[in-house]
């Protein structure tokens, strides 16, 4: 551990003493092309060190670096959030070597607005000469097209501490929340997006499968307030969540088609909704669980987490 600190120490003092006036390199990626309005935007950003001394972007003045991103939707040119850095110091970018960061650019820059996005990433250093910008990617904020809507109410027990939320007032004002699934294209590929919000917030946008030939899905209600969720992913197997109003998937699993397809039965007297048909999916046996891909998960995946967005 000593002569890890050592180490660091020396290539402290070497960065801070030796100015460098020579280049770095910047390619930025996204994850996706066309994003559904309010989803977070992820970019990837590879960096790599020509410089021929090693690179430290730390807290103290002479080691400051800053990360920055130029956004324009047609002629608008999108602001930084105020008050918001991009973090990057506490990295160390060796000579020849290359570091990967992973920005959620939608958390420092607003981009709901509907329409084609562009965007840079521009690096400054106090022992740069000059500021480096990446190439260019270009991506699409959409809407996607809605195919199924429900406005629930949100149930007393998960409003504990609120205000007016005891029952048997007769008074209260119900509070609800709107479930809607949207279809949207992305390379003659269609996607289903779950998304969760009110009159003022968007709680969760979730990407939860696509479309796969004319297989339908399905969805039920139950009497949480909780959505169930039956995408097809193939012609035999099927993803089955159950997601709350947070956007958080309780359970989330796979189901296969044996002599009888998996099916959502909901109980008309007590609201209980549960899957009938079928069997538990494997994984490594039914199906092989694709790894994430910059910052993207694929149809077989975990539900996405939520994030809570101002409309």
Not at 21 to 50: D, H, I, T
Not at 180 to 185: E, P, Q
Request: charged residues 25%.
């Amino acid at each position: 551990m000593r002569r890890t600190l050592g180490a660091i120490a020396v290539l402290i003092l070497l960065a801070a003493a030796l100015p460098a006036g020579a280049q770095v390199s910047m390619e930025l990626q996204l994850n996706r092309s066309v994003y559904m309005q309010y989803e977070p935007v992820f970019a990837k950003l590879k960096l790599r060190n020509y410089s021929g001394q090693p690179l430290v972007f730390g807290v103290a003045d002479e080691l400051k670096g800053e990360l920055l991103f130029e956004v324009t939707r047609g002629t608008e040119v999108i602001t930084k959030v105020p008050a918001k850095d991009i973090p990057i110091s506490m990295n160390i970018l060796m000579p020849g070597a290359s570091l990967e960061l992973m920005v959620p650019i939608s958390q420092y820059y607003p981009i709901e607005k509907l329409g084609t996005y562009r965007v840079h990433a521009y690096l400054k250093h106090k022992m740069l000469k000059d500021v480096f910008r990446s190439n260019e990617c270009r991506f699409e904020v959409n809407p996607g097209v809605e195919v199924w809507r429900r406005t629930v109410g949100i149930p007393d027990m998960l409003r504990v501490g609120e205000a007016g939320a005891s029952a048997g007032d007769g008074k209260k004002e119900i509070k609800e929340r709107t479930f809607s699934l949207r279809v949207m294209g992305e390379n003659a590929v269609k996607h289903y997006y779950l998304v969760i919000e009110d009159k003022q917030y968007v709680y969760a946008v979730l990407r939860v499968g696509r479309e796969v030939g004319m297989e339908r899905y399905k969805v039920e209600v139950d009497m949480l307030s909780r959505l169930h969720l039956l995408i097809p992913i193939s012609p035999k197997l099927f993803r089955y969540a159950i997601v709350n109003l947070d956007g958080r998937a309780e359970q989330d699993k796979y189901l296969k088609t044996t002599k009888t397809i998996p099916s959502l039965v909901l109980e008309k007297d007590s609201g209980r909704v549960y899957v009938a048909g079928g069997a538990e999916a494997l994984p490594g046996v039914d199906y092989q669980p694709q790894e994430r891909k910059d910052g993207d998960r694929a149809a077989v995946g975990a539900v996405d987490s939520p994030g809570r967005t101002d409309r």
